[in-house]
């Protein structure tokens, strides 16, 4: 039984210098380097400019000329770094030579025992063998003058992918304004629902405004535009007309103007009423901060054309609706006759078309 035991212990003794040396194929150390590890700042196969962070505890001080080696296995490239990617510890220089870095004490100086680190920057990782998902480990030797020394490991692995999916958001809802609500500095004269402008009997020389409410709500990166149309002026069956805003000459929605009456001059039919449109919205502009396109003033009017629409709301992010003059606003509708405006009845119609910008 002593005999085989004996044996056991032999074989043990042999196998662990076989492994010893079979890591140790810089050299062989005597002491242990205590804490050591080596951080890389990219485990990518075959990254390059990858910085690596060697941090260990040395026992020993090293005296005048002595060095720290960093040896790197076969698995990298011939050519690892070169001195200017290397920062050794104060009082010492650094040097390469094919895939070992050294940092030698300078002469007449010393450097102490305790924490030491030294970085090698523009490291091109190795290639990666092991299968998809299976970590390639790499041992790098660290050694000192002072028979101290490390081994210790780099793991490089393929990245993964995160993946999501978001949907494109885009709500818009129109709701109707009771009469007796305000737009600018004025107060609606009739109730209106989300599909009708129901002005009623027009009485001459008494203008009535209506109104309706917009709300958006939209994950648009860049936000979204709300542009009005027309398909032409109010008319009725004889096409008798209620002209656009001011008297036919359709101001543009780029330009508002304050709301004026009609003139009402005999033979000359555009000047015997109009119709116009207002927006509350404080936000409109080419870029959300030039606001030339603002209606905001008192009682500023646009007329719509039945050609061209016109901007009514925008915003330049995403919105939940909530805030106003950013997902929420209000349209003003204002109509208003002379005595020489014809009787019958009047309607066109008007769209709202929203745009997104994602």
């Known amino acids: 039984m002593k005999k085989i035991l004996k044996k056991i212990t032999v074989f043990t003794a042999i196998f662990i210098l076989i492994f010893y040396s079979a890591l140790s194929g810089a050299g062989a150390y005597q002491f242990p380097l205590e804490e050591a590890k080596v951080i890389i700042s990219d485990s990518e196969p075959e990254a390059t400019g990858v910085e690596y962070k060697f ?14 080696t960093v040896n790197f296995p076969d698995e990298y490239a011939a050519a690892i770094a070169s001195p200017a990617d290397i920062t050794c510890p104060a009082n010492m220089t650094a040097s390469v030579t094919a895939r070992v870095v050294t940092c030698t004490v300078n002469s007449g100086q010393a450097h102490p025992a305790g924490q030491t680190e030294i970085i090698v920057a523009s490291i091109v990782n190795p290639a990666k063998e092991s299968d998809e998902g299976i970590a390639d480990t ?5 050694e000192t003058d002072a028979n101290e020394g490390a081994h210790v490991m780099v793991v490089i692995i393929e990245p993964f992918r995160v ?8 709500n818009f809802e129109v709701e109707g304004v009771g009469a007796g609500e305000s737009v600018h500095d004025d107060f609606t004269g009739v109730t209106t629902t989300s599909t009708l402008i129901p002005f009623g009997v027009i009485e001459p020389e008494i203008s009535i405004l209506a109104a309706q409410d917009l709300f958006v709500t939209t994950n648009a990166r860049y ?10 002026d109010l008319r ?8 656009c805003f001011i008297e036919g000459q359709c101001v543009n929605y780029t330009s508002p103007a304050v709301w004026v009456s009609p003139q009402g001059d005999l033979g000359v039919f555009r000047t ?6 207002t927006s509350e919205d404080e936000s409109l502009g080419a870029d ?3 606001n030339y396109y603002n209606f905001g003033g008192t ?6 054309d039945g050609n061209f629409q016109a901007e009514v709301m925008r915003h330049c992010q995403p919105t939940d609706s909530q805030v106003r003059h950013e997902g929420t606003t209000r349209i003003g509708f204002q109509v208003e006759i002379t005595f020489l405006q014809p009787g019958g009845e009047y309607e066109n119609i008007l769209t709202y078309i929203v745009t997104p910008t994602f």
């Open 223 to 232: 936000g979204f535009t709300v542009n009005i149309f027309q398909d032409g």
């Open 272 to 277: 015997y009423g109009h119709f116009g449109i």
């Open 288 to 290: 959300c901060i030039e």
């Open 299 to 304: 009682d500023n009017w646009a007329g719509l």
């Open 163 to 170: 993946r999501a999916e978001i949907s494109p958001i885009l």
């Open 55 to 68: 941090q260990f505890v040395t026992g020993v001080a090293l005296s005048s000329n002595q060095k720290i």
């Open 236 to 243: 009725t069956i004889a096409d008798y007309r209620i002209h």
């Open 138 to 142: 790499h041992f790098i030797l660290i």
